[in-house]
């Protein structure tokens, strides 16, 4: 009874492990149309405008909880759907239309992004964002 479960079992494995690599002559992991963005195309991420994207947070206690292990790990938990985002996202520098309040804390300074499609303002690390800020400051 045993053999014949092992025999059952080595056999799904190799079909899965079979199904799981790509077929001879084929690139595994790459869209067919994206093939000339590994050449030196310019990234589509980035805003044509302002640059590449930027995290932002609507709160300042959880921008700095997140970026905490620095950007890249910051950008590898928001790339994730199954971790928590602490309601920050990673927002198009097209979208920001100024700086709505700055505030030193801990010896870092800090800016909130005022964004196109929201009242509420997002943090980010001061200087990521070249826009004009709020007139009297």
Not at 21 to 34: E, K, V, Y
Not at 46 to 54: H, T
Not at 96 to 123: E, K
Request: charged share 20%.
């Amino acid at each position: 009874m045993t053999r014949v479960f092992l025999r059952f079992s080595v056999a799904a494995l190799g079909l899965a492990a079979a199904l799981a690599t790509p077929a001879l002559g084929q690139q595994g992991g790459r869209a067919p149309g994206r093939a000339g963005s590994e050449r030196g195309a310019p990234d589509k991420g980035a805003d044509r405008r302002g640059g590449p994207p930027v995290i932002g947070c609507p709160s300042l206690a959880n921008y700095r909880m997140l970026m905490r292990g620095g950007a890249q790990a910051a950008a590898a938990l928001l790339a994730d759907p199954k971790a928590d985002h602490l309601g920050c996202s990673v927002l198009p520098r097209g979208d920001v239309t100024g700086i709505a309040d700055r505030v030193s804390l801990g010896g870092q300074s800090y800016d909130c992004a005022s964004l196109r499609a929201t009242t509420a303002c997002h943090w980010v690390e001061a200087g990521t964002v070249d826009r004009p800020g709020p007139s009297g400051r």
